[in-house]
């Protein structure tokens, strides 16, 4: 090889290396001992790394970086690197909406996940919350664009991190700016905790509890994939059982970019939708405290007290029976007088009602008892079928009801989606695999009351067996399948109250009939707008309308008895006016909803309210426990309304 070709190769060599070396950028390292804010400038020829030195805090850092001509095409890359974690993001931070449209945030900030995160797991909470912590990290500045991007980066110590209880922290939080908190579980704290956030604005927040260990999940994209969330607007609440996290837990804060995860326009009912985007530089103020809840001790005592109410219930109930027994309309009276048996009524019941007959009934001028009650033992015979007829509609109702919210409770234990139930978060206590279970066991009273209402109906069949001739004919299997019915009112209310949502809830004379259909019309006009209005929702229209109708029914049947010279005994008076003044006091806490399940889980939160008796029952729980006893009266007035004829023949007993 001559010397012209070595002298080529070398020159060739020479000028490939320089060309190489001038695509790669130039490296510039800065050293930093104390939090400061800094300003560089980035380009594809030029990278910053920023070195924090031997930082001490007891706090972790957020590390704030922003850019206002940062290329969205080229953006700038930030890498944070840590002893065990590195986090990287972009700016400007690209985040997509609920409309898939591209929205970018030129500032923005994360926190670091604390380093000593596994010491301060073993530390005792007063010794971590006198502890300094020693801090390195580095932070990677760099860019593909071509020209010169001014960036700012400011490294904050977050000062109320580890939180207190009853402390009260107020945050600022943006779409691209998240935070995070963590609090310790201490030796005083009980077996759980109650989380109240308030916000003063309409952002839509998704607020996760995640465990002590690190990463955190503080992004859009990846919140929902670890631990327990839910949105909120307003005002949300959530409780944190101490098992679940035992060393401890991170509070996420992640702002949505916009609100439709908050907003109507996800409900499935038809309401007015108001969706729109947050602006690039909007910011939301929310706050937060975090509250021990109640111990075993106050769940216990919470039970007893219940059982003790209902027991004292019992005994008044009980005496309330016996006293009527023996004082009442029926002291005189005797059981084995006309009891009609089966021979004496076998003959006319195999005769089928002739078309003559009914004609006859409907043109007697003065319909009486007498006329309507010709087939006594048939009439007995079917009304039992009310019996059998419940019985067979609860299991047939029971069954995909109890399947579906058990599936439900599952989903929710096992994705920590809480925007699945419908609960009040600020009064739900958990206990065993249940989220809720103080609206579960607040309907214990429906069960005892239709128990008691059965021993009632049973005892007075027995004082007062089917008798022909006098009186009202007695339905007991109508009366029976009313007190089944309440049980079930109770089994079924707990069983929907396991998880509250939009889709299990939908498993709850010619004057006369005019002037009744009339108000119907009327209440449904009422209802319609205000449902339209969004005053109401159709369970809570539903259920104003059928109790409507049984107090318009009854107080028919009592002005008609009035008008006729009948009056009202001492049972019906006594058990009437119980039951109505238990209607009004149910009714005055059943109107104050803690929830609105016909709007999304956030806007439903607004609702929330904190428990209002014995810390451990909110004013739906009270609804549960004043209704059960106003039904059990007004079950015993309908009873016994006609007692005070129960010895008149049937034949001067007007129909009306």
């Given at each position: 090889m001559n010397t012209l070709t070595m002298l080529l190769i070398i020159w060739f060599t020479f000028i490939s290396s320089t060309f190489s070396i001038k695509l790669l950028p130039d490296v510039k390292k800065i050293e930093v001992n104390t939090p400061k804010t800094l300003e560089i400038s980035v380009n594809n020829l030029v990278e910053y790394i920023i070195y924090y030195r031997q930082l001490s805090a007891r706090n972790p850092y957020r590390i704030k970086v922003s850019s206002k001509n940062a290329d969205p095409q080229n953006p700038v890359l930030v890498v944070v690197r840590q002893e065990k974690d590195v986090i990287s993001w972009e700016l400007p931070l690209h985040v997509t909406t609920s409309k898939n449209q591209d929205k970018y945030y030129h500032v923005t900030s994360r926190t670091m996940c604390h380093n000593n995160m596994n010491v301060i797991n073993t530390l005792s909470f007063r010794s971590f919350m006198e502890k300094s912590f020693h801090q390195d990290f580095t932070i990677g500045i760099s860019s593909s664009c071509n020209i010169n991007s001014t960036v700012s980066i400011e490294t904050i110590e977050e000062e109320n991190f580890f939180v207190k209880d009853g402390e009260n922290v107020t945050l600022t939080v943006s779409p691209s700016q998240s935070r995070y908190f963590f609090y310790k579980f201490s030796s005083q704290d009980s077996d759980t905790l109650t989380i109240e956030l308030n916000s003063n604005d309409d952002a839509c927040l998704i607020v996760s509890i995640q465990d002590s260990t690190c990463p955190v999940f503080d992004l859009n994209e990846d919140i929902m994939f670890r631990g327990k969330y839910q949105t909120i607007s307003r005002k949300g609440g959530l409780t944190i059982k101490r098992k679940d996290f035992s060393e401890g837990f991170f509070?996420?804060?992640?702002?949505?970019?916009?609100?439709?995860?908050?907003?109507?326009?996800?409900?499935?009912?038809?309401?007015?939708?108001?969706?729109?985007?947050?602006?690039?530089?909007?910011?939301?103020?929310?706050?937060?405290v975090i509250r021990s809840s109640l111990g075993r001790k106050q769940y216990v005592t919470s039970t007893i007290v219940t059982m003790s109410g209902i027991l004292f219930f019992y005994l008044v109930a009980l005496v309330l029976i016996v006293a009527f027994r023996k004082y009442g309309s029926?002291?005189?009276?005797?059981?084995?007088?006309?009891?009609?048996?089966?021979?004496?009524?076998?003959?006319?019941?195999?005769?089928?009602?002739?078309?003559?007959?009914?004609?006859?009934?409907l043109e007697k001028p003065d319909l009486n008892v007498k006329v309507l009650t010709k087939y006594p033992l048939k009439d007995k015979i079917r009304s039992f079928n009310?019996?059998?007829?419940?019985?067979?509609?609860?299991?047939?109702?029971?069954?995909?009801?109890?399947?579906?919210?058990?599936?439900?409770?599952?989903?929710?234990?096992?994705?920590?989606?809480?925007?699945?139930?419908?609960?009040?978060?600020?009064?739900?206590?958990?206990?065993?695999?249940?989220?809720?279970?103080?609206?579960?066991?607040?309907?214990?009273g429906y069960i005892f009351m239709g128990i008691l209402f059965l021993f009632a109906t049973f005892h007075r069949q027995q004082v007062l067996p089917f008798r022909f001739e006098v009186g009202i004919p007695v339905h007991y299997g109508l009366f029976y399948s009313m007190g089944i019915a309440l049980i079930i009112e109770g089994l079924l209310s707990a069983c929907y109250h396991m998880c509250p949502s939009q889709s299990n809830y939908q498993f709850a004379r010619f004057l006369s009939l005019i002037t009744i259909n009339i108000i119907n019309i009327g209440m449904l006009g009422i209802g319609l707008i205000l449902y339209s209005k969004g005053k109401t929702d159709f369970g809570t229209f539903l259920l104003?309308?059928?109790?409507?109708?049984?107090?318009?029914?009854?107080?028919?049947?009592?002005?008609?008895?009035?008008?006729?010279?009948?009056?009202?005994?001492?049972?019906?008076?006594?058990?009437?006016?119980?039951?109505?003044?238990?209607?009004?006091?149910?009714?005055?806490?059943?109107?104050?909803?803690?929830?609105?399940?016909?709007?999304?889980?956030?806007?439903?939160?607004?609702?929330?309210?904190?428990?209002?008796?014995?810390?451990?029952?909110?004013?739906?729980?009270?609804?549960?426990?004043?209704?059960?006893?106003?039904?059990?009266?007004?079950?015993?007035?309908?009873?016994?309304?006609?007692?005070?004829?129960?010895?008149k023949r049937q034949d001067n007993i007007p129909v009306f």
């Open positions: 509070i996420v804060f992640v702002m949505k970019p916009d609100n439709y995860d908050c907003s109507q326009e996800l409900s499935i009912y038809p309401v007015t939708k108001y969706y729109f985007e947050r602006n690039s530089d909007a910011t939301s103020n929310v706050s937060f029926m002291k005189n009276i005797n059981a084995a007088k006309e009891v009609i048996s089966l021979d004496e009524d076998v003959v006319d019941d195999t005769l089928p009602r002739s078309t003559m007959d009914i004609v006859y009934v009310y019996l059998w007829h419940i019985i067979s509609i609860a299991i047939f109702y029971s069954i995909p009801v109890v399947q579906l919210v058990i599936a439900y409770q599952r989903m929710l234990n096992y994705t920590g989606d809480e925007d699945l139930c419908y609960y009040n978060f600020l009064c739900a206590h958990p206990l065993f695999s249940f989220s809720d279970f103080n609206h579960i066991f607040s309907n214990i104003g309308l059928l109790m409507a109708n049984a107090i318009v029914h009854a107080l028919f049947y009592t002005t008609m008895k009035i008008i006729h010279n009948e009056r009202i005994c001492i049972e019906a008076i006594v058990y009437g006016v119980l039951g109505i003044l238990s209607w009004i006091a149910a009714t005055i806490f059943f109107l104050d909803a803690a929830t609105l399940w016909t709007v999304t889980p956030a806007e439903s939160r607004q609702w929330n309210q904190e428990c209002i008796l014995m810390n451990y029952y909110d004013k739906h729980d009270v609804w549960h426990l004043l209704s059960a006893p106003a039904l059990y009266f007004t079950f015993m007035f309908l009873m016994c309304i006609d007692d005070d004829i129960i010895d």
